[in-house]
């Protein structure tokens, strides 16, 4: 099973800073890898599929980068907004893994 | 507009069953794969199962391998998960969720359902 884990567990960010998230994964997936965002109380919602594959509609301050091991979700001038958990999935082998979880809070 | 909503969830007791189901609109469901993907209270997402278009590839995490089976009916635009020999570590809010056919990200997600086992 390929594990995925993400740093930091948790992250307290002021409005317009910049966020960085990194998925680092237990052997390479290659670019199999996609973020999520679950705000309080609803369901994951896909921020970036591909490692690096913008989403309609998912506004342009979040991007992915990476490939093999290595990945990050880079959140830029960080809104209100944004405040929820992000995860990380890898779709390179079964069984498919997520990440732990980095939760974003807004100082 | 793509929706897919859970229901059956509940409270049951340990080693109880309980069905749910996933009603599919806004897409052609027969064309989708389909996933089950769960989270415990105040914790991380978990994938539970998957199942081809046509319900003829399946496959399950080890955690519930031999006492959940999923299927579908792509005639009711519906997804199912019937749960077995149910555990405390099962209690968690369960999603159905589409797959891309060609990335394998989980695109859409429903609200989910809630499953709890206890005594």
């Known amino acids: 099973e390929i594990v995925l884990t993400q740093s930091p567990d948790f992250q307290s960010v002021t409005p317009k800073e910049k966020v960085t998230i990194t998925c680092r994964a237990s052997?390479?997936?290659?670019?199999?890898l996609h973020w999520y965002q679950q705000k309080p109380d609803q369901s994951p919602k896909l921020l970036i599929k591909?490692?690096?594959q913008s989403i309609s509609g998912v506004p342009s301050r979040f991007s992915g980068s990476g490939s093999g091991t290595d990945f990050t979700l880079t959140i830029n001038s960080l809104e209100a907004e944004d405040a929820a958990a992000y995860y990380c999935?890898?779709?390179?082998?079964?069984?498919?893994?997520f990440g732990q979880g980095t939760k974003v809070e807004i100082k | 507009e793509v929706q897919l909503v859970e229901s059956g969830g509940g409270l049951v007791q340990p080693g109880g069953s309980l069905r749910l189901s996933c009603a599919a609109s806004?897409?052609?469901?027969?064309?989708?794969?389909m996933n089950w993907v769960r989270q415990a209270p105040g914790k991380g997402l978990e994938w539970v199962s998957y199942i081809s278009s046509s319900g003829s590839t399946i496959y399950y995490a080890d955690s519930v391998k031999g006492r959940f089976t999923i299927s579908r009916d792509n005639a009711k635009n519906s997804l199912y998960l019937q749960m077995n020999s149910l555990r405390a570590e099962d209690t968690a809010v369960y999603y159905c969720?589409?797959?891309?056919?060609?990335?394998?990200?989980?695109?859409?997600w429903g609200q989910g359902t809630l499953v709890t086992v206890s005594s």
């Open positions: 969720a589409t797959l891309e056919w060609e990335l394998r990200s989980f695109d859409y």
């Open positions: 052997q390479s997936i290659g670019s199999s």
């Open positions: 591909y490692a690096s």
């Open positions: 999935h890898q779709s390179s082998s079964l069984p498919w893994t």
């Open positions: 806004g897409f052609t469901f027969s064309s989708y794969e």
